[in-house]
């Protein structure tokens, strides 16, 4: 399995296993997912305390707990999002890191992301909540998720702690993030700078972009795999790729994004052990720059 830097602090598996989903299976199912995992190389769990409700934390905790892998393994988490609202008040992110910590049955979390951004965030709080996290050793690296470079500059005003990822939705179908900067100074939408520079942003100060959703277009309306209907074009260079190199489609996506020069980390989200080791065989692979943006344009992306 290739391997990436996670800011300057660590390094983990290319592609980290999303747990979202780990809430709507049962435990033997988990464990057993875990363990493919393992098999494949990856060594980092990304997780988040409102996912299932936190069942996903417990049953990502009893897996670890039962194939005796937390030594092995790096575990991230978020928290922040409540019914209705986001709270990053010092008070939530300690109480929501207990929470975390219990239901995973560890002592420490290796990174806690902030769940999105939370527009009454006071830094202060942050920083005294992960200041009080560090020096108690229940969280060793701190990041965000889908903030945008002048969220994550406020933050720092008042933080002691680098922040090391950003996790943000990017696929060969929700590509903002590149298409702001292809299409610089330029009169049609895919010009609008929806994120305020994030990619180039990110490259320059160090933090890992954490690619989630690799699969799924639109915000949750489904995977573009062999969607002939609205992905024509995509689906059929997915499909001659895949034949090139002898993996599956969904490697050819993977692929697409860990050939970025910023050395993303991508979440594979499924629960199927066999497309989950058919994924892992993205890093075995190169696209060539041709082939790179020949997947970008079968997207309907556009080139000036």
């Known amino acids: 399995m290739k391997k990436v830097k996670i800011g300057s602090e660590i390094t983990a598996s290319a592609i980290a296993m999303g747990c979202w989903r780990y809430g709507e299976i049962d435990v033997p199912t988990a464990t057993a997912l875990t363990q493919t995992a393992m098999d494949c190389g990856i060594d980092f769990f990304d997780t988040a305390d409102i996912y299932g409700g936190g069942k ?106 680098p922040l090391i990822a950003n996790q943000l939705q990017f696929s060969l179908t929700n590509s903002s993030m590149i298409d702001c900067g292809l299409n610089v100074n330029m009169e049609h939408d895919p010009a609008l700078n929806r ?55 969904a490697a050819i996506a993977f692929a697409w994004i860990l050939r970025h020069p910023a050395n993303m980390q991508v979440i594979a989200g499924t629960t199927k052990p066999e497309r989950l080791r058919e994924i892992c065989r993205s890093t075995e692979i190169t696209l060539s720059r041709a082939e790179w943006y020949e997947l970008y344009i079968s997207a309907g992306n556009w080139l000036p």
């Open 195 to 249: 994120d305020g520079g994030v990619l180039e942003y990110c490259r320059i100060k160090g933090m890992t972009i954490q690619a989630w959703s690799p699969l799924q277009y639109g915000v949750f309306k489904g995977t573009f795999l062999d969607d002939y209907e609205q992905f024509p074009q995509l689906n059929e260079t997915l499909d001659k790729f895949a034949e090139e190199k002898g993996v599956s489609k």
């Open 56 to 161: 996903a934390e417990e049953f990502l905790g009893e897996a670890i707990k039962q194939l005796g892998i937390r030594d092995k393994i790096m575990l991230q988490t978020k928290c922040g999002i409540r019914p209705g609202m986001f709270d990053f008040s010092k008070e939530h992110i300690l109480n929501s890191v207990d929470g975390s910590l219990k239901r995973l049955k560890t002592d420490y979390i290796d990174v806690l992301l902030l769940h999105r951004p939370d527009t009454l965030v006071e830094p202060e709080e942050v920083a005294a909540a992960f200041d009080e996290l560090k020096a108690a050793g229940k969280v060793r690296h701190f990041g965000v998720s889908n903030q945008n470079p002048m969220q994550i500059e406020l933050l720092k005003t008042a933080l002691n702690v």
